[in-house]
């Protein structure tokens, strides 16, 4: 039997590496694409070098996926929320042009121009999926406690895309199933700053997390695409 072929974007944060490491210890054929070096257990043959802020990098990225074949599943799970220096603001205040411009350039643009390159290279001839790490705080229905202005709108703005992008490519890949997904709170170094609040039973180690998320991924339907689902399977309203 020919293995499913599967290619995780953002191998080195937490979801990103727990993702891959699920899909090796499943016998799954496993290409990861990270800005930095390979984890450990992921060996250079699996690991393309990217930087979401350099679009040729993901073209270059996107051809060297592109001659190993086509694939049954594809995962965004990069993303940011603080920078070294800079963290969610709490008020309209503290934007800032630059914390701005880098919230949408890696939550928002990159994953778009991921998609530009590697929504081709998902297989035609069996149900194929394309998934994108989103976030609930996305969802405009869902918000009750503002803040957070840059990421909160990098997600909404890339919900639109992943609903552009499935009505888009239903019309030439039929078999394709694009959507967004909500982890949880996830132990990350991108929830790190946040977690104080977080009782231990919501705080998810990305391991649990992402056994969550694959249970949801196997069993998405036609009608799902261009939609968010949470790790429970629940829809999250836009
Ligand atoms: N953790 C949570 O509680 C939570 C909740 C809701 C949604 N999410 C979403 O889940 C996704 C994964 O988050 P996580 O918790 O696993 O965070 P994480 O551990 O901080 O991982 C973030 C990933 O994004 C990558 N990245 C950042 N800038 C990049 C760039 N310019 N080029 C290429 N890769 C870049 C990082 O690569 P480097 O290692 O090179 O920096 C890393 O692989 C994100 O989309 C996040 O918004 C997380």
Not at 89 to 97: A, V
Request: net charge positive; charged share 20%.
């Amino acid at each position: 039997m020919t293995k499913e072929k599967v290619i995780i974007i953002g191998s080195s944060g937490a979801i990103g590496e727990a993702f891959a490491q699920h899909y090796m210890q499943h016998d799954y054929d496993v290409l990861c694409l990270s800005r930095g070096e390979p984890p450990k257990a992921i060996s250079s043959l699996q690991h393309i070098n990217f930087d979401l802020e350099n679009e040729d990098s993901i073209a270059n990225a996107a051809a060297h996926a592109q001659s190993l074949g086509s694939y049954d599943k594809i995962i965004i799970a990069t993303g940011v929320l603080h920078a070294e220096d800079s963290f969610p603001e709490k008020t309209f205040k503290q934007l800032d042009q630059k914390f701005f411009q880098k919230i949408f350039n890696i939550n928002t643009i990159g994953p778009a121009l991921i998609a530009k390159y590697f929504l081709p290279l998902l297989k035609r001839d069996v149900i194929s999926k394309f998934v994108f790490l989103s976030a609930r705080v996305g969802s405009i229905s869902d918000n009750r406690l503002g803040g957070w202005h840059a990421y909160r709108s990098s997600k909404a703005a890339l919900n639109m895309l992943i609903k552009n992008f499935a009505i888009e490519v239903q019309r030439t890949n039929p078999n394709a199933r694009i959507f967004g997904m909500h982890p949880g709170t996830v132990d990350s170094k991108l929830s790190k700053p946040f977690q104080k609040n977080v009782s231990d039973k919501k705080l998810f180690q990305p391991t649990f997390a992402v056994q969550q998320m694959i249970k949801v991924i196997e069993e998405v339907r036609e009608s799902d695409t261009g939609k968010v689902l949470a790790y429970d399977g629940s829809i999250i309203e836009s």
